[in-house]
């Protein structure tokens, strides 16, 4: 909604170039709308760019680890080696539930206890080539392993800078309210197309809001019954609260998600909590007329 009181100033630049200081305001607040455009297409391009190549690499190693697993334990049960057979028989499920540090432990104990037995394994399939083929699988995964984590970093730090920008924004636009007054009446139709365009910007706050989705660290499920509860960061919630006016608060539906239809712009601080999980609290930007996705993981004790 900013960008379409920024067109409208800039097809007015001879009404504005007269008002005192004017000029310097709308550069920052141009300025702003072109960052929260750049930070907004870099957060879409990414949103999901880093948890899929490690959920692909987590498939791949499951399978390629499975693989290996079945015909080593194959060959165990030929040659009664017990030993070697609880030291590699897995299950899909086995490894897929697994967390990532585990999974990897188990991919690698596989990889070694086959290599220990390469030259029998060669009639039931596994290579030096299989091998060399989970063992490349092994490393990728390893390396991305953090990389959500940085990636959540990440994007709080670009949720901090959009809570920054949509602020200093805010109180722009407020100083340009103060000095359009001076040409209310030498420039009536400008005044009434300037309110106009403030008007639009008012009352398309709080809609589309917010979608969320909580899950599990581990099994990538979503959790239900998780309780969120919200506190706005410039205190106008907690107001609202202390008036006696009804706590914003969710529950999560049964596949860990919960919508708000109608939340006031602006950024907040959401707390997350279910028993057997770690509270968690996550920065959540709510910007006018856009709908905000916010994905969380929770961590069990």
Same mark, same amino acid.
């Given at each position: 909604?900013?960008?379409?009181?920024?067109?409208?100033?800039?097809?007015?630049?001879?009404?504005?170039?007269?008002?005192?200081?004017?000029?310097?305001?709308?550069?920052?607040?141009?300025?702003?709308?072109?960052?929260?455009?750049?930070?907004?297409?870099?957060?879409?391009?990414?949103?999901?760019?880093?948890?899929?190549?490690?959920?692909?690499?987590?498939?791949?190693?499951?399978?390629?680890?499975?693989?290996?697993?079945?015909?080593?334990?194959?060959?165990?049960?030929?040659?009664?080696?017990?030993?070697?057979?609880?030291?590699?028989?897995?299950?899909?499920?086995?490894?897929?539930?697994?967390?990532?540090?585990?999974?990897?432990?188990?991919?690698?104990?596989?990889?070694?206890?086959?290599?220990?037995?390469?030259?029998?394994?060669?009639?039931?399939?596994? *290579?030096?080539?299989?091998?060399? #083929? /989970? $063992?490349? !699988? +092994?490393?990728?995964?390893? %390396?991305?392993?953090?990389?959500?984590?940085?990636?959540?970093?990440?994007?709080?730090?670009?949720?901090?800078?959009?809570?920054?920008?949509?602020?200093?924004?805010?109180?722009?636009?407020?100083?340009?309210?103060?000095?359009?007054?001076?040409?209310?009446?030498?420039?009536?139709?400008?005044?009434?197309?300037?309110?106009?365009?403030?008007?639009?910007?008012? *009352?398309?706050?709080?809609?589309? #809001? /917010? $979608?969320? !989705? +909580?899950?599990?660290?581990? %099994?990538?499920?979503?959790?239900?019954?998780?309780?969120?509860?919200?506190?706005?960061?410039?205190?106008?919630?907690?107001?609202?609260?202390?008036?006696?006016?009804?706590?914003?608060?969710?529950?999560?539906?049964?596949?860990?998600?919960?919508?708000?239809?109608?939340?006031?712009?602006?950024?907040?601080?959401?707390?997350?909590?279910?028993?057997?999980?770690?509270?968690?609290?996550?920065?959540?930007?709510?910007?006018?007329?856009?709908?905000?996705?916010? %994905?969380?993981?929770?961590?069990?004790?």
């Amino acid at each position: 909604m900013e960008l379409a009181l920024r067109d409208f100033l800039n097809q007015n630049k001879a009404v504005i170039s007269s008002l005192p200081g004017f000029g310097s305001l709308f550069t920052a607040f141009s300025d702003n709308i072109d960052q929260i455009q750049v930070i907004r297409e870099k957060q879409e391009a990414d949103k999901t760019g880093i948890a899929l190549t490690k959920e692909q690499l987590r498939n791949d190693l499951v399978a390629k680890t499975t693989d290996i697993s079945r015909k080593t334990a194959a060959y165990a049960k030929m040659t009664n080696n017990v030993v070697l057979m609880k030291e590699v028989h897995y299950s899909v499920s086995d490894l897929k539930m697994a967390a990532d540090v585990i999974l990897k432990d188990r991919a690698l104990l596989v990889h070694d206890k086959a290599g220990e037995h390469l030259t029998e394994l060669a009639e039931y399939g596994v *290579t030096a080539e299989v091998l060399s #083929a /989970l $063992k490349s !699988v +092994i490393d990728l995964f390893f %390396t991305v392993m953090p990389k959500p984590r940085l990636g959540i970093i990440e994007k709080k730090q670009a949720t901090d800078q959009l809570a920054q920008l949509f602020t200093s924004n805010h109180a722009l636009v407020q100083k340009f309210d103060i000095l359009v007054e001076i040409v209310r009446l030498t420039q009536p139709a400008f005044y009434a197309a300037y309110r106009d365009n403030r008007k639009v910007i008012e *009352t398309g706050k709080g809609s589309l #809001a /917010l $979608k969320a !989705v +909580i899950t599990d660290s581990e %099994t990538k499920a979503g959790i239900r019954g998780v309780t969120v509860s919200f506190a706005q960061q410039n205190g106008s919630l907690s107001a609202a609260i202390a008036k006696g006016e009804k706590r914003m608060v969710k529950i999560t539906s049964q596949k860990g998600m919960f919508r708000i239809k109608h939340l006031p712009a602006g950024t907040y601080k959401a707390t997350f909590n279910k028993p057997g999980y770690q509270e968690k609290v996550v920065p959540v930007t709510v910007a006018d007329n856009e709908r905000t996705e916010l %994905t969380v993981e929770l961590e069990r004790d």
